[in-house]
């Protein structure tokens, strides 16, 4: 059973950079994850992926110049790293991932979340 | 962008009632359509891909239908858990997801 394990809570100012991370388990399949933002009452944005096997990514067009995904596959671990944050970044991150076997290419797996509040 | 968007944005029902659900695409997205289940403080849970195929352990009142730019989701009678908000979402291009609608208890 894949499960996929964010990093704790961040509270960032105007500016700074954040960093969120998300270890999986389970995988027994090469494997994308993608990142999905959701802000207070908003609808979910997705942000992009990467591919844990060569490291590919794919940023949308409104964040690219701010993001970026980096993999550690020794640690089965991803991260996502947003800067020159902005009020309207705060949100709830959320690592999730496609089952290749079963819905083919929508989000199956989903993290927990991690909260990321940008204020002064 | 392919912009969806979902109607009502809050449903007022009781358990037992069936419960439909629209969502509407700006431009067509085929077949490539997800609905996905929300309840407070947790992560999205796929219901629905493809527009009509149920995600694993998906009890059999979720239905999906539509193609192109119109698409619906179905509760066939709804139980307690069914409460919570759901959001359409779509892969054609880059990956979208619609507004949501509230099913909540009347």
């Known amino acids: ?120 | 962008e392919i912009v969806l968007t979902q109607s009502p944005v809050t449903l007022s029902l009781s358990p037992g009632e069936r419960a439909t659900l629209s969502c509407r695409a700006s431009q067509s997205v085929g077949s490539q359509l997800a609905w996905y289940q929300q309840k407070p403080g947790l992560a999205p849970r796929l219901l629905i891909y493809d527009v009509s195929n149920r995600a694993t352990d998906i009890p059999a009142r979720f239905s999906g239908s539509g193609s192109g730019t119109d698409f619906t989701l179905t509760i066939s009678s709804l139980e307690p858990e069914d409460f919570a908000v759901y959001y359409c979402q779509q892969r054609s291009i880059w990956p979208t997801f619609g507004g949501g609608t509230k099913v909540e208890i009347k």
Request: glycine share 10%; net charge neutral.
């Open chain 1, 1 to 120: 059973q894949v499960q996929l394990v964010q990093s704790g809570a961040e509270v960032k100012k105007p500016g700074a950079s954040v960093r969120v991370s998300c270890t999986a388990s389970g995988y027994t399949f090469a494997y994308t994850i993608h990142w999905v933002r959701q802000a207070p009452g908003q609808r979910l944005e997705w942000m992009g992926w990467i591919n844990v096997g060569n490291g590919k990514t794919k940023y949308s067009g409104d964040l690219q110049d701010r993001v970026t995904f980096a993999t550690d596959t020794y640690a089965n671990t991803v991260s996502m790293k947003l800067s020159s944050l902005r009020s309207e970044d705060t949100a709830v991150y959320y690592c999730t991932g496609p089952d290749p076997i079963a819905s083919g290419n929508y989000f199956d797996f989903w993290g927990q979340g991690s909260l990321v509040i940008v204020s002064s």
